[in-house]
């Protein structure tokens, strides 16, 4: 692993066949912060992103595990910095407003700044777009109040977030992973808005509507039960017990006391099973919720202690 001595700010750019764009960003990012060091991390492009990448004054990095999430986790070890601004290697991101990204995050004291996409006409995919609010209102519902555009792919870190990010996921959903540990940790973060271009003619977007959406809607899910566990496993709970209530009336009881006799022995069984599955799973949410909050403690001293 490539550890790097620590400077003042970090440009940090995953990147996949980007050569058609790669030496304009890293250009654009030299010119707008001339005292940073701008790293590409490379995901075994089959073009010209590495040569581009040197060619414009950046190190360059090889991430062989394919997908987002496992190049920020590569980055995020490796590179040590007080500040890290985060890109997409796709020219589609402002490079003119690191600077100021910078100086609201410090100004403000916060471990996170959020670039909402304020995109021209046909830069941003309507499908895209979509999927975002929806994905955004999810967590936003499930983990409270966070940012308008969580899919983003600009963002400004402290050196303590980075380092006590856990950094689970391996393709796009890790975006959604950011904003949600720093909505669990009750982190200061912020948002801005800047310009989004297209994509210039040559450029591909890696990112699937549906593919990686579903990928995204299935990471809140698991991050919604690690996160919450009580309130998820009891509302799972709470449904089987209602079902099991519901078939014992219907299938049981109502017979009964109709008949005086239980004329359906199986829903006698599947109700009861209902109904100790449904205590079984309250009782798991509980224990997984000390647990959680154990490990809510420890990132928060984790952190504190940066």
């Known amino acids: ?25 890293v250009s654009g990012f030299k010119e707008a912060l001339p005292d940073a060091i701008v790293y590409v991390y490379d995901n075994c492009s089959t073009d ?17 595990r394919q997908g987002k999430g496992n190049v920020i986790r590569t980055m995020f070890a490796d590179v040590n ?22 100086k609201h995050l410090i100004d403000n004291n916060l471990d996170m700044l959020n670039i909402s996409r304020d995109g021209v006409a046909g830069a941003y995919r309507r499908g895209h777009k979509i999927g975002n609010f929806l994905l955004t209102k999810t967590v936003e519902v499930i983990f409270g109040s966070g940012l308008s555009d969580m899919l983003s792919g600009y963002r400004v870190f402290t050196n303590r977030f980075v380092k006590t990010f856990p950094a689970k996921s391996n393709g796009f959903e890790v975006e959604t992973e950011l904003t949600v ?42 991050l919604f039960f690690l996160v919450k ?34 004329t359906k022995y199986p829903s006698v069984i599947l109700s009861s099973s209902l109904m100790v599955l ?20 420890y990132f928060r001293l984790l952190y504190l202690s940066k």
């Not at 910095?81 to 910078?102: H, R, W």
């Open 181 to 222: 540990h720093s909505l669990e940790m009750k982190l200061p973060i912020g948002e801005l808005s800047a310009k989004y271009d297209d994509r210039p003619d040559g450029s591909v977007s890696k990112l699937s509507t549906y593919r990686d959406g579903v990928k995204i809607l299935l990471m809140i899910t698991r």
């Open 229 to 262: 566990p009580l309130i998820s496993f009891s509302i799972l709970s709470g449904v089987l017990a209602i079902s099991a209530i519901i078939i014992g009336w219907v299938q049981v009881v109502s017979p009964l006391l109709e008949y005086g006799v239980i």
């Open 81 to 102: 910095a007080d500040y890290y601004v985060l890109v997409d290697g796709d020219l589609t991101y402002d490079p003119k407003v690191a600077p100021e990204m910078i």
């Open 1 to 25: 692993m490539n550890k790097e001595i620590g400077c003042g700010v970090a440009i940090i750019i995953p990147c996949y066949n980007e050569g058609e764009t790669i030496h304009k960003v």
């Open 48 to 64: 010209n992103t590495q040569e581009q990448a040197k060619n414009a004054g950046a190190i360059v990095r090889i991430e062989k």
């Open 278 to 297: 449904s205590i079984l799973l309250f009782i798991s949410g509980v224990i997984i919720n000390a647990i959680s909050n154990t490990r809510k403690d």
